[in-house]
């Protein structure tokens, strides 16, 4: 990611030099600017024009729902796709607050979706808000460098309007570093009935609330999707980009944020029988198209052979303990929540095929907005299990169908093509600072790829790391195992790295806080999935000692030697 060689280094530039004359613009000054970047830490003139950028975070968007967007694989085609994009913790807040800090929950403090538990601010806006995450986040950097800034959707758990004492909504407070804040209340998981800040027509600091009631079950289809928080969003994302595009015309580059609804589960059925996974009712099953919309797919053609690793024994998947060399079996962590039957699983996949076509319309809409000095970055905030590894739905576990996201970059200067590098979500911020013009800011984490857009081979990461500390349920958790009456407390804390070799992972079994039982699972991906835990076979190869003391040291390392184990 940001270790390149010096013949790397050159090897962008030229790249640079030579693409000129091809695609839809010049390559971007700010790819080369990046190179430069990488042969010093110290401060980069920022090109002129600068690069804006659109950066879009989908919600759970799993890896198979790439194939129902017809898009986002266009932008495959004409843009960079990382193939081992993974986040550090797969869990709405952690993730989040990750993406904007470029830094792990160990460092920027958010640990789970919600406060309380172990801690006043475990989780949650409060521990973003109170370990200053507003201020180390990456948009409060562009601001500060003459960007213009604006963020639309859902932002962080807990960050909600509040109510007067008659029950009236009031706004919730400005998050520094934004020019303009439309966030999207909770409500917004439901798909209907919501409230979404706004900065104009304020007249001053401050945020005002503009309601988007949910409308009667006897409205029509239309009227029902002419509210529905995919169709807002997408009207709002277009408007934004093309009002900030004007600007950047003039000079001034932005930087926008979208974080959309789709594909996470509903909390509350807007109406009765209403599906977990809402999609708006344009792309449901109809008279006219008894299927529904599943992009350039049928969604009869989706089926559960299509999530790797779907109906493999997790019996063998059972934690070691590893005491004064001796492997014995842990106890299984995975307490029973549940079952999720092959047909709900199969349903509720291919609803949520058909519920990211709203942000599919999304990006179509922003593609023909933005302009050629633009980069587009298209993302997700984690993966999802729909019935792997012994599992219901949900998310929050080390294993690849939760950790490993879709990642496709477009934008001046980028070589369309595939990736190799292992790339983090708190890879982003850095990589955007550099794109930008300016070192990365020295707390973020991560390291920048941005030499890997111009050069498909350029050198990168070889291991990635995850953290997740087990943490409290709150009611109304939206990341519960939807529909199923589970748990999200039933995953321990863990920590976990990953490199081509397999996937080392250290959990705590013991989830009194303070206190420690640590167990062990290795897997080697001679399968796309984790087959078998090999860790008593090989826990004493060398290639298992080194992971192992890369994960030790990553539990408390500090940004520069956060970067330094990812090599």
Known sequence: MGRVAGRVVLAVVVAAVLLAPLGTGSVGPAVASAAADARSSAAVTAPSPRPSFVVVVMDDASLELVRSMRTLRALQRTGATYDNAFVVNSLCCPSRAATFTGQPPHLNGVRTNTSGGPGPDLGGWPAFRAHRGPQRSYNTALQRSGYRTAFLGKYLNEYEPGRTSTGARTPPPVVPGWDEFESISGEGYNGWGYYRTTTRGVGGPGLRL??????????????????YVGTVTQQRATALARRLEKGAASGTPYLLHVATYASHARIVPAWRNDPVFPAAFRDRPSSANPGGNCGPRRC???????????????SDNRPSYLERGKVTRAPAWRRPIGRLSREAALVRYRDRA??????DRTL???????????????????????????????????YDSDTRVPLVVTGPGV?????SQHVSNIDLAPTIESLAGRSPARLRAGASFAASLADVDADGAAHTFFEHTQGPVRPGEPDADPGSGGRLDAIPSYVAVRSDR??????????????????????RYRRPWEDTNVFKRQ????????LKRRLL???DCRPTQCRRLTR
């Open 502 to 523: 397999g996937l080392l992972v250290r959990l705590d079994l013991d989830k009194a806080p303070g206190r420690t039982d640590y167990a062990w699972e290795l897997y």
């Open 539 to 546: 826990h004493d190869k060398p290639y298992v000692r080194q």
């Open 210 to 227: 503009v309601h988007h009631p949910r409308p009667p079950e006897s409205a029509s289809r239309a009227v029902k999707d002419k509210a």
């Open 354 to 359: 058909r519920m990211v076509q709203s942000v």
């Open 415 to 419: 070589v369309a093509g595939r990736r």
């Open 300 to 314: 009869s053609r989706l089926t559960l052979r299509d999530l790797a690793g779907y109906g493999d024994d997790p």
């Open 364 to 398: 179509r809409g922003l593609r023909r907005v933005i302009g050629p000095d633009t980069y587009l970055i298209v993302t997700s905030d984690n993966g999802f299990h729909l019935g792997q590894h012994g599992l219901n739905g949900g998310k929050g576990t080390p």
């Open 553 to 555: 040291a990553w539990v």
